[in-house]
């Protein structure tokens, strides 16, 4: 996944915020990026833009080849659904769905049939087996994570978008979310992209982006706990 | 997607309960009304007296009147017509439709007012009767009556009567009775037999048999009849007969089949009246209907934004959205209807009684059950849900996945261009309509101009939210009253977010708008009409006819020679056809009741505030009209008129003035000559008199037992009266369609207000007691009510006065204040209940608990 010169920005006339300046970045195949920042750095606009949920006014974003920018709102829902998942802060699972039917929603979208032994897999991966047929409300915090994650794998798409994804959790499920999202490029090979404010969960990342004011100031590879935490304090955020 | 929607539905019962009950009643309502419509379409069965006939040849009252300027007059729909008996039938006819073959016997038939009274009863007993009809003694076999006692009539003053009406009246052979007529006034008959029909039924006007002779001679006009029945000839085709016998009858004759259809049955006009009353009522339910179920899916989608959002990020197309929506929509409007019609159907019975028991319908009234209303509650629910899911899908579908991604579920919103265009398109039309309707004036103008209230009401739904706003800063002071903390919060709340508002108050205007118009528009009516007898009305009596059917000529004539008696007017009422609208272009022609005066007589006792011309022109072929009517069809004074008289005559009449205090009284009026010639059995429905004269009037009662005499006061109050009886029964509808609306508008309140569970929470996690979030609550509960009133009170009145405008020229309308006071307290309780109560359950919950858990 590649974005070229994006640039972003809301309102008009005097009240105008850019949110991002002429960002260039390539996300190789199988590897795990975080990008951090302080509150309105554009971290989030820069996702939104990378998964086409949102189009930036100047650039272009390619994944497998194709312009995300340039296709209509009907063929990117298309795309989105087959090329890309998404893993939210709240889960964002529909419900009145059992788990089994929040995993399998894109294949209902689709009309296809559901791969019976790729789901089984991704469960077994996720140590969901036992709780398929539950409605979210019945499971826990981590659980519902570990749904949404396989939700995300589920049409075996390019690329992940994770937005804090443990901000919502405790410490110890937070780390067993993080393994499991290391896995889905280590065993998997996917694309990874995480929002997070958490410089713990930026050391499972391959490399980190650090945003501040809409642009990219620093990238810093194999990222550790305390290198990045210090970066954080040395930027004052 | 139907799978997705069905779980959804099924696993969210709690909140698809809400607009289940809100369809089901739409549907349950529907099919009430449907099905008591159609027993009123369907429900008179036509008189039976010409049961043992095989044709009946009428007058056809379907004739053009004349043709304008070569162009045929078109003689379609006519209601007030309809109702009338057909004009009357020259005899020659009669005897060239005896001449066909086929035709075994022909008989004449005379149909007058002749109401028997027993010698001595007073008058206030008449009334009970209801009309009764007299015939000439050979139409006896028409039905066929059997004689039980004594024999056919054979001398003038010879009657035979009704079995049941002698029974009642303890009245049989042997014995004398007076006879009220038109032609004769009163006359003192004695009762020679007693019959009864072959099958007893109740539904034509009670029978009393003359000689033919006598009959005759009391139609006014021997030379014609009211009907002409044909017996075949055994094994004769009806058919066939039929049109051989329309070739001899001629032009301007009506040969009927089916022989219930020849006369006005007893129940005619009720049925007429119960269409009426029907029609608006269900008019008014079913634009109720589509509002609430419009208003509860709109609501329904926007509870489910964050959820719809989802859905977008994983990859559901805009049209996948709407398709869900739409099928979740199927699903609810089919459990509704397999709830609503059944209810529907139910329910119809019980409002039959009620109808009947209010003097509504008539009392053979009853629920005819059919497909078509179920049908059509079928469609109207499914239609209705489709076009609310339709709608609300299109907002669902622009949903952006992003809202997925962000912690706040509600953004801000502002009203779409098209939306504020469609809103301002509406406000102006409803201008339109209201300056229309008040330059057409009179009855029309004022029924145009009933329309405003569906344009205003959605205009007020559109242009909702920036109302709102505004109206909710103009409250919102009063509110702070409730306390500094909660009054604020209230109040910041309703101005952040005027679309909650918006939405919540729409049912309650609509609540509002439609209980004030439909109680205060018919007092408004009765109140202009009040005014307007009032300044017309110069005379010191009235007197009228205790049977409702009116008085003879003899009463007028009785009354001029009194001593004392300075001024008599009669007016008598006679259908008289007329070409509607100006010249060029197609003239349908309408019946109207015009009003038969003596000009002389009527400026003395009526002051109708003549605006053009003088009503002493009223002479032979003169005519008068109202300044409404003759600006809604372009009467000019001076136009000559092409008019049809009751007696099938067509003649066309000077237009002499035109005049304003038209309200209670008539839009048109004729001279007496021209009526007495052309309609010899009218019967004047009220007689004014001037002079010190109670006790002469009072011995008068005695020579006319139908006579009625009332000082000028008195027949004011009695005018209130009679109005107030009907309102009863709008009232008690009103009260039903009412219970509907308030039913809407909890569920609507309520759903809004569960949805704030985790606001309410947070609200509690900050620091708000319990008490504390409910008058906050209560405090926007009091916005919105405030927004409905206000609104619905606008609408309202906006409505009232134009129509009243439009009617009189003054701005009067009649809203007594304990009723409007209770409608508004109504309001404000039924709001507040439907929002604490939800809110309430809310708060009792453990705030922690409401927050940690997931939407």
Redesign the interface.
Known sequence: MTLQSVSKSFGTGPTSVVALRDVSMTFPQGTFTALMGPSGSGK?TFM?CAAG??RPDVGAVYLAGADITKMS??RL??F???NMG?V??????????TAR?NIT??F???GRRADRKWVDEIVERMGLTERMSH???ELSGGQ?QRVSIA?ALVTRPQVIFA?EPTGALDTRTGTGILHLLRETVDVYGRTLIMVTHDPRAAAYADRVVFLVDGGIVDEMRSPTVERTSAWLSRSDV | MLRLALRSVSTRKARFAGSLLAIALAVTVITAGGVLLQSALTGDRGSPRFDAVTLIVTGNSHLPVASVNGQAIDAGADPVGDGLPPPRLPLAVAKRVAQVSGVREVVPDVSVYSQVVKVGEPSSIVNADGAMRGHGWSSSRLTPYRLRDGHPPVSPDEIVLDGRFAARKGLGTGDSADVVTAVDGTRRYRVVGVADPATPGPSHATAVFFTDQTAARLSGDPTRVDAIAVFAESHEDVTRLASRVRDAAGDGTLVLTDTSQAEPSADSGAYVATTAFLGIMSAVAGFVAIFVVAGTFSLLVVQRRRETAVLRAVGATGGQVRRMIAAEALVVSAIALAVGVPAGLMLSRPLASLLVTLGVAPTGFHPVYGAVPVIVAAVAGIGLTQLAAFTAAGRAARVRPTEALRESAAPPRRLSRLRTLAGFAFAALSAFIVANGIATGGNKGSGDVFVVSFTLMVTATLLGPMVTARVARLVAPLIAVLGRGQGFLAAANSKANPWRIASASTPITLAVTFTCIMIFMPQTVQKLTLRESQLRIQADHVLVSADGQGLPSAVTRDVARLPGVSAVAATTPIPVRLGMGGAGGPVPTRTLMALAVVPAQVTALLDLDVKVGRLSALTDDGIAASSAAAREHGWRVGDRLPVGLPDGTRRELHLVATYDRSLGLSDVLVPADLAARHAPQALATAIYVKGETAEGLNALTKTHPTLITLSRSAYLAQMKQSSDAQTTAVYLFIMLIGLYTAISVMNMLAAATAARAREFAALRLAGSTRRQVLTMVGGEALITVAVGVFLGTLIAATTLVSSSLALTRTPVFAAPPQVYLTIVATAVVLGLAATLFPAGMAVRLRAISVIGARE
Do not use: K, M
């Open positions: 989030s939104h949920l949102e709102e009907r829902t298309v989105r659904r087959d998404f939210f802060q709240s889960f964002n699972l529909l419900p009145s769905l039917q929603l894109p209902l979208l689709n409605l979210p409300a519902q939700r937005d």
